[in-house]
């Protein structure tokens, strides 16, 4: 399996303090990768640097290598223009505007570069999340927290990402919801979207993830296969619980 997304020795920083520091990690070609670790280890730093959208920029060092190339001078919108996709923790979606509109900005890169059937992918996004369909005409804000997750996923996917990283995308959402949730990473994955997913919810995470990394304090401390984290006793008692 060939990788696709690779950080070597990557860093970053907001002013002196160091946030993370020397992650190395890989995301294989058709693989879900999740990064797990408590409240503030991290996670979303890790994901801002390898998009490139940290709040200053060149506030991150080492390497991101996507498809073999160095990547890591360039802006967001080049990264996104290759492949690679974040939804955000906050999912940033434009709530006076319906749906519909939110989706189709997601595919305005498509359309500017002149694209032919970029406008298909609606269809696609509308058979996974038949809800949106329905709420095309809604107003973003008027969504549920779990329909605000189908939107931001859905507006990412309609930028055809190779790689989609999520930021945290069952924080808040009921536990039925999150079943959703997790059930549409597997549907994606299936669909050949490789994923990088931060999570707190470590079990479920590492239920759908074919590997794993375990950061805390901005460093990873362990790494492996999914199936091997969610039984390593380490794991189990400090991210999985009894439960
Ligand atoms: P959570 O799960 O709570 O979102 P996280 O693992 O995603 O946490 P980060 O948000 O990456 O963690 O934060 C890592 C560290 O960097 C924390 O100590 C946080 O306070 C700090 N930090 C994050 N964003 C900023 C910022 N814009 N300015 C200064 N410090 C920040």
């Not at 020795?9 to 907001?14: E, I, M, P, R, T």
């Not at 999740?34 to 060092?61: E, H």
């Not at 749906?99 to 890169?109: A, K």
């Not at 970029?118 to 973003?140: H, S």
Request: glycine share 10%; aromatic share 6%.
């Amino acid at each position: 399996m060939s990788i696709l997304l690779e950080t070597k020795n990557l860093c970053a920083q907001y002013g002196k303090v160091l946030a993370v520091q020397n992650i190395n990690l890989k995301v294989k070609s058709g693989q879900v990768v999740t990064v797990i670790g408590a409240n503030g280890a991290g996670k979303s730093t890790l994901l801002n640097a390898i998009m490139g959208s940290l709040p200053v920029p060149g506030s991150a060092n080492g390497e991101v290598v996507y498809q073999e190339h160095d990547i890591s001078r360039l802006i967001v919108e080049d990264r996104v223009a290759n492949g690679l996709c974040l939804v955000p923790e906050k999912r940033e979606l434009f709530s006076s505007m319906p749906v519909e509109d939110n989706l189709l900005l997601g595919g305005f890169r498509r359309y500017r570069a002149r694209e032919k059937n970029w406008r298909d992918t609606l269809d696609e996004v509308y058979e996974l999340f038949p809800r949106l369909k329905e709420r095309r005409m809604q107003n973003a804000g008027t969504l549920s927290g779990g329909e605000r997750q189908m939107l931001a996923v859905g507006r990412a996917l309609m930028g055809k990402p190779k790689v989609l990283m999520l930021d945290e995308p069952s924080l808040g959402l009921a536990p039925l919801v999150v079943r959703e949730v997790f059930h549409t990473i597997m549907r994606l994955r299936e669909n050949g979207v490789s994923i990088l997913l931060v999570e707190q919810n470590a079990r479920a995470a590492l239920q759908v993830a074919d590997y794993g990394y375990v950061l805390e304090m901005g460093e990873v401390r362990l790494e492996g296969n999914a199936s091997e984290l969610l039984h390593d006793p380490r794991v189990i008692e400090s991210y999985l619980g009894f439960g």
